[in-house]
């Protein structure tokens, strides 16, 4: 019957597949995705984990039956999507999960490749912080989130002395070196709330 289901509604894929191309969040994705599963296959939770991303978790509580899907794409790992349930999967609902699944890859894949190229346009290659555009946008909007409630906003900018005598003495190699360990001696210090920035050749904005 499931199957007959999914071949009598083929649109469900070709409106998935839709679907998922309208956007490039990954959140958004995995709940658009989950919501066309759940017309055809029931579950409690569905979770979707990947590398560098916090996990996705659909429902509230996990059942004692799962069944587990990685994806891959090109040799690039998309995370690993997991439903469960109290009930035992059936054979005909895993192999429609599996079918449905084949249209999140592409959408997946998608929204990684831009992700990264955001967080590279926002990032100074060098030392790893955000540069001068990813402060722009941050302190514009850590303004406006101070300003609605009604919290204190305390803004550091910080340089290195005399900079320019360690490139001209030690070369900039080692200009380079002492930028990135500045870095990382902040970034230490640093709560996990607070923002650092490379606000342009030796200075640096907290």
Same mark, same amino acid.
């Given at each position: 019957?499931?199957?007959?289901?999914?071949?009598?509604?083929?649109?469900?894929?070709?409106?998935? &597949?839709?679907? @998922? =191309?309208? &956007? @490039?969040?990954?959140?958004?994705?995995?709940? !658009?995705?989950?919501?066309?599963?759940? &017309?055809?296959?029931?579950?409690? =939770? !569905?979770? +979707?984990?990947?590398?560098?991303?916090?996990?996705?978790?659909?429902?509230? $509580?996990?059942?004692? +039956?799962?069944?587990?899907?990685?994806?891959? !794409?090109?040799?690039?790992?998309?995370?690993?999507? &997991?439903?469960?349930?109290? $009930?035992?999967?059936?054979?005909?609902?895993?192999?429609?999960?599996?079918?449905? /699944?084949?249209? @999140?890859?592409?959408?997946?894949?998608?929204? $990684?490749?831009? =992700?990264?190229?955001?967080?590279?346009?926002?990032?100074?290659?060098?030392?790893?912080?955000?540069?001068?555009?990813? #402060?722009? /946008?941050?302190? +514009?909007?850590? /303004?406006? %989130?101070?300003?609605?409630?009604?919290?204190?906003?305390?803004?550091? !900018?910080?340089?290195?002395?005399?900079? $320019?005598?360690?490139?001209?003495?030690?070369?900039? @190699?080692?200009?380079?070196?002492? %930028?990135?360990?500045?870095? /990382?001696?902040?970034?230490?210090?640093?709560?996990?709330?607070? #923002?650092?920035?490379?606000?342009?050749?030796?200075?640096?904005?907290?």
């Amino acid at each position: 019957d499931l199957n007959k289901s999914i071949s009598d509604n083929n649109d469900i894929i070709s409106r998935l &597949t839709r679907r @998922l =191309q309208t &956007t @490039l969040d990954c959140s958004d994705i995995i709940h !658009m995705f989950a919501s066309e599963v759940q &017309t055809l296959v029931s579950f409690d =939770q !569905m979770k +979707h984990e990947a590398s560098n991303q916090s996990p996705i978790t659909i429902g509230d $509580k996990s059942g004692v +039956h799962s069944c587990q899907y990685n994806l891959t !794409m090109d040799e690039t790992e998309l995370g690993a999507i &997991t439903f469960s349930r109290k $009930k035992r999967f059936l054979e005909e609902e895993l192999s429609i999960i599996e079918r449905l /699944a084949s249209t @999140l890859v592409f959408p997946l894949r998608n929204a $990684k490749l831009y =992700q990264a190229a955001l967080q590279s346009a926002l990032r100074d290659e060098l030392t790893g912080c955000g540069n001068k555009r990813a #402060l722009d /946008a941050s302190l +514009h909007r850590e /303004a406006e %989130l101070a300003t609605r409630h009604n919290t204190p906003l305390s803004v550091l !900018m910080l340089d290195i002395d005399h900079f $320019k005598h360690v490139n001209d003495t030690y070369g900039h @190699l080692a200009g380079d070196s002492v %930028l990135r360990d500045l870095a /990382a001696t902040i970034k230490k210090c640093a709560r996990g709330s607070d #923002l650092c920035f490379r606000y342009g050749g030796e200075e640096f904005v907290l």
